[in-house]
């Protein structure tokens, strides 16, 4: 099993990027599909969430109303919409395939917000 991101670079300040996570080597509607993101000096941190069983998305406070997670199931992807950059977004993304049996995360996008 493979996820692969893309989609990071360089971004001004209240720009908007969308990152994509494209899946193989895993039953794409078995897994739920998750961002996390990791910024200069700090831990890991969950940013989003698309269940594969119902749908429902997650997010964190700190990104809700500017980030839309979303699923294309004919192409195994799920994507990150990022509105709204700020500074404080500056981070390696990172994808997870997350299912009952096993997890899979991704090498990362960077994203990098200029003011």
């Known amino acids: 099993a493979q996820v692969v991101e893309s989609g990071g670079g360089l971004v001004q300040t209240g720009g908007s990027l969308r990152l994509s996570c494209t899946a193989s080597?895993?039953?794409?509607?078995?897994?739920?599909m998750a961002w996390f993101r990791q910024g200069p000096g700090k831990e890991r941190e969950f940013v989003a969430s698309?269940?594969?069983?119902?749908?429902?998305?997650y997010y964190a406070d700190s990104v809700k109303g500017r980030f839309t997670i979303s699923r294309d199931i004919a192409k195994n992807t799920v994507y990150l919409q990022m509105n709204n950059l700020r500074l404080e977004d500056t981070a390696v993304y990172y994808c997870k395939a997350i299912s009952d049996y096993d997890t899979c995360w991704g090498q990362g996008t960077q994203v990098t917000v200029s003011s």
């Open positions: 080597g895993l039953t794409f509607n078995q897994y739920t």
């Open positions: 698309h269940v594969h069983k119902d749908g429902s998305t």
